[in-house]
């Protein structure tokens, strides 16, 4: 509420009532009374009105009714306009997969998965050699950037078909004859449980991971149909997927699989599980095992191969939309490119199901249409407006209230390593910061819009900015920032003039009187 009074007197919140209304009447008594002075003296002599208007405009002055009963009410009210660049923000945009060392777009998370398989990582019993992932894990970090991969134990039946080591096939692990693992074999499933328990001791945690894709079914390990796929309930098969999945987010239980020479025998397991890292569930086709992740833990992303394409589009809506609906808020949502692929019915998917993520694949992509694809692909968080008060003293409280909203698709995910703080800050007329003050608002909770042609909500956020007693006078700028608390780096928001430090110009301040 705004109120326009004659008298440069603060009105605090806790003003009675009829004191308020007596303030204002009071007011507008006297500036009824100058007005006839004007008028009265005007036809008199013609140089008195000027004085008499600059009189009025001059005390004149503009107060807002506050929450707290102890701020002055002499506030400003700044809007500011967003911006519709790519933003390269940690844990969301474009993935390279092709050229690392030259990615199109700018990239924040690295990706790798026919770097690594089972058989170079795990090449004796007990022995295991972490060195590649290492490797490109260390070389991303270098890069300032994150990383993600999954470990292949079966490439595409024409790619060269399992990657099982040998020494898991001499204990009774069976290939079929498509080249594929038989995933119901009990020394196939134990001997999984075992190296991935391995992989989940070195890398649960690791900060510098964004997530690990949950792996060991289907071609690429993208949990795609095979012949030995079935959906009926306890099924070899349906016992195995469920195992398979257990390993990688926890759980135990007792279930029946094969052993080489195909005799069913019973197999009882408890797997920890990724606790900590982001892990995400591919989705190919098979809506069952997709639905039994979500069942079990609703922080679990999902991935799906073939953005781009229609027919793709319409089974992955019709099958795990609702899946997607009911986890996007708590975890990523991630895309790879169809060959190929026709960005005209991309963008709508991105849209509706809120992706973070899109990575490449076989086929060229214009660069320009590729970056206008993904500018709202994730999170991104754009100042809308600031309320505070401009001229204070030493030791007093400014009194900032922002509003702030998420224009992108998608949340941020703390367990990616989008773990975001709030910063407010005065800059001295040398760009350096003379105070600072954290927020304690969770990024994590701005919501983008639900749907497609809805609205994101505002995010209010007030401050109460206490002011050294010691600050020298003069003029201040205020300005906003959001730091990756991983990185200590500030990130991008959809705002314009970016300072050299990350930050963004809010207005200024003035600091007035003796400092204390």
Partial sequence: MEI?????????????????????????????????????????????????????????????????????????????????????????????????AHPQLPETVSYRRRQYNWALLNPKPGVFDWSPIDEDLQEAVAQGRQFSFRVYNMSGESYGGHQLPQWVVEQGAVILASGEPYYSNCVYQKTWSEFVEQMRQRYDGNPDLAWIDISGYGN??????????????????????????????????????????????????????????????????????????????????IRHDCLGSLNHTDDLLLKIGDVIESTWRRAPIIYEFCSNPDLSVALPVLKSTHASIVHDNIGDFDTAELRDLLRFVGYRYTLKQATYTPNLAPGSTIELSTQWVNSGYAPAYPRMGEDFELSFLLVDSNNNVAQEWQSSADLSLWMPAATITGTAPINLVKQSLELDRRLATGTYELKAAVIDRRSNKAIYLANERRDLSGRYPIGTVTIVGASQ
């Fill in 4 to 100: 326009t009074t004659l008298t440069s007197e603060a009105i605090y919140y806790n003003t009675p009532y009829w004191k308020l209304l007596l303030k204002v009447s009071i007011s507008a008594t006297f500036l009824l009374f100058l007005l006839w002075m004007t008028n009265f003296f005007s036809k008199t002599t013609t140089n008195c009105c000027p004085a008499a208007q600059t009189l009025t405009s001059t005390i004149t002055t503009s107060f807002v009714l506050h929450e707290s009963p102890l701020i002055p009410a002499n506030q400003i009210t700044l809007t500011f306009a967003a911006t519709t660049d790519y933003l390269a923000n940690p844990g969301i945009g474009w993935q390279e997969t092709k050229d690392f």
């Fill in 220 to 301: 690429f390990n993208e949990w795609s149909w095979h012949e030995q796929t079935t959906v009926t309930e306890n099924t070899l098969d349906t016992q195995a997927r469920k195992h398979l999945v257990d390993i990688f987010i926890g759980g135990s239980g007792t279930i029946e699989c094969a052993n080489s020479q195909n005799i069913t025998q019973t197999l009882t397991y408890t797997a920890t599980g990724f606790q900590q890292t982001q892990l995400v569930m591919p989705y190919a086709g098979i809506r069952q095992s997709t639905r039994y992740v979500a069942s079990r833990r609703a922080d679990i992303g």
